[in-house]
């Protein structure tokens, strides 16, 4: 999932552990990635806010902290966003529609005193149509992070993940067929 982020989401999420460093939390929960996104001041969800960008000042490097659970829900939920939205990546948008949607009471109307309405970030992500817009790709996904994608799409649309690609399934029927000669040859006639 980390290789479809966009730049910007990225450099939200790596903004995390130093507002929940600055909150002395001990792990990184759902307010500190809406302080993330509400203070990085580029990428798609950059326009959502109606309050000024807060002046951040945050340790340089915050230690070593993991997302609690409902943090790990929202990344999760920003995934079947953007999967639904028909994007190829997840971006800003998409991180702060996962909090909008489904995060804690207190966030949403943290997020909301700011802009980051539900009806403000739905307007967002119907213009953004799941394109990429202000944001870039970090990396180009590789063979295995787009099968991935795609399997996780086709879970989120209750099909079948696609099976092996075209050329393993080639390849595993050759095998077979040169095992079972072998077999043969090996045991005679």
Same mark, same amino acid.
């Given at each position: 999932?980390?290789?479809?982020?966009?730049?910007?989401?990225?450099?939200?999420?790596? *903004?995390?552990?130093?507002?929940?460093?600055?909150?002395?939390?001990? $792990?990184?929960?759902?307010?500190?990635?809406?302080?993330?996104?509400?203070?990085?001041?580029?990428?798609?969800?950059?326009?959502?806010?109606?309050?000024?960008?807060?002046?951040?000042?945050?340790?340089? $490097?915050?230690?070593?902290? $993991?997302?609690?659970?409902?943090?790990?829900?929202?990344?999760? *939920?920003?995934?079947?966003?953007?999967?639904?939205? @028909?994007?190829e990546h997840i971006g800003t948008e998409h991180l702060l529609a996962a909090l909008v949607r489904t995060g804690p009471a207190d966030v949403k109307e943290w997020l909301s005193e700011r802009g980051a309405t539900p009806e403000a970030v739905d307007a967002l992500?119907?213009?953004?149509?799941? @394109?990429?817009? *202000?944001?870039?790709?970090?990396?180009?996904?590789?063979?295995?992070?787009?099968?991935?994608?795609?399997?996780?799409?086709?879970? *989120?649309?209750?099909?079948?993940?696609?099976?092996?690609?075209?050329?393993?399934?080639?390849?595993?029927?050759?095998? @077979?067929?040169?095992?079972?000669?072998?077999?043969?040859?090996? $045991?005679?006639?």
């Amino acid at each position: 999932m980390f290789a479809h982020f966009t730049t910007d989401a990225r450099a939200v999420l790596t *903004q995390v552990p130093g507002f929940a460093h600055a909150a002395s939390r001990p $792990s990184m929960e759902p307010i500190d990635l809406a302080q993330a996104l509400h203070a990085h001041r580029n990428g798609n969800a950059a326009e959502i806010w109606t309050s000024p960008w807060p002046a951040t000042d945050l340790p340089a $490097s915050p230690p070593q902290m $993991s997302f609690d659970k409902p943090t790990k829900v929202a990344l999760e *939920q920003s995934l079947h966003i953007a999967l639904a939205a @028909g994007a190829e990546h997840i971006g800003t948008e998409h991180l702060l529609a996962a909090l909008v949607r489904t995060g804690p009471a207190d966030v949403k109307e943290w997020l909301s005193e700011r802009g980051a309405t539900p009806e403000a970030v739905d307007a967002l992500l119907t213009r953004l149509a799941g @394109g990429l817009h *202000q944001e870039r790709p970090a990396e180009t996904p590789t063979a295995k992070d787009r099968r991935e994608w795609k399997r996780a799409k086709a879970r *989120q649309e209750g099909q079948k993940p696609p099976g092996l690609p075209p050329a393993y399934t080639i390849a595993l029927v050759v095998l @077979g067929v040169l095992v079972v000669l072998a077999l043969c040859v090996w $045991s005679g006639p």
